[in-house]
């Protein structure tokens, strides 16, 4: 199957200060891509849909000026939390779709804890 | 927003057959439906996916009825391996989108 790479594995950062965290798609181009996030023990929630060449959109309740996305090639998307507080620790999970049978393809993931 | 609903966590014992339900009621005639898996801090894995005939693939079988308000995943012989949290989600075919519930988890016993 197709392979979704996130780097990095995890990230610990001090409060008030921005995190990137990339996404890539190995061995597919894709024109869009999701990011989630998980907390623990919880199911993964739907943050935004990332489209190469245009803006993200967000679902209800995220704010975008926070989690920036940027989707610069078919292979690469990247997620920036800005000005991180605590409770913005989480695991974060991207997935590309792949096109030609729409299947999603997830990340294996980016712990982020911010101290 | 979740369209499914699945039981929170079933047992089952090595080597034997799994199935694992999963209720969707409100399904659109477009919505395809995906069962994923997750092992503990890793992406979900691709199971299996369908529209609305059953569907065989090497890691499983998708059992869908024939109203389509329900599926079934089947996994034919678990192994420990096999123990994870199943999720089932509907795929809007417009957009693409997957809204995950709260999945079962599944406890293999050896």
């Known amino acids: 199957g197709a392979v979704v790479s996130q780097h990095p594995s995890w990230v610990i950062c001090k409060s008030g200060t921005s995190v990137k965290i990339e996404c890539r798609s190995l061995?597919?181009?894709?024109?869009?891509m999701f990011w989630y996030r998980q907390f623990p023990k919880q199911s993964l929630m739907l943050m935004a849909t990332?489209?190469?060449?245009?803006?993200?959109?967000?679902e209800q309740g995220v704010e975008k000026d926070k989690f920036l996305i940027n989707h610069a090639s078919l292979t690469l998307s990247t997620l920036t939390v800005t000005s991180a507080h605590p409770e913005d620790s989480s695991f974060y999970i991207c997935?590309?779709?792949?096109?030609?049978?729409?299947?999603?393809?997830f990340g294996p993931g980016t712990r982020l804890t911010v101290t | 927003d979740a369209k499914t609903t699945q039981p929170n966590s079933m047992e089952s014992n090595e080597e034997e057959p799994v199935h694992l339900p999963c209720n969707h009621s409100?399904?659109?005639?477009?919505?395809?439906i995906h069962w994923y898996r997750q092992l503990p801090s890793q992406g979900p894995e691709y199971v299996i996916h369908?529209?609305?005939s059953n569907v065989n693939n090497r890691m499983a079988s998708l059992a869908i009825a024939e109203d389509r308000k329900s599926s079934t995943l089947i996994l034919h012989r678990a192994t420990l391996r096999d123990a994870a949290v199943y999720y089932c989600?509907?795929?809007?075919?417009?957009?693409?989108?997957?809204?995950f519930g709260s999945g079962t988890k599944l406890n293999v016993k050896p």
């Open positions: 997935s590309a779709l792949d096109r030609p049978d729409y299947e999603q393809y």
């Open positions: 061995d597919f181009q894709a024109t869009t």
């Open positions: 990332s489209n190469e060449g245009s803006k993200a959109t967000y």
């Open positions: 409100t399904i659109s005639g477009t919505d395809y």
């Open positions: 369908g529209l609305t």
């Open positions: 989600i509907l795929r809007d075919d417009n957009f693409n989108k997957f809204y």
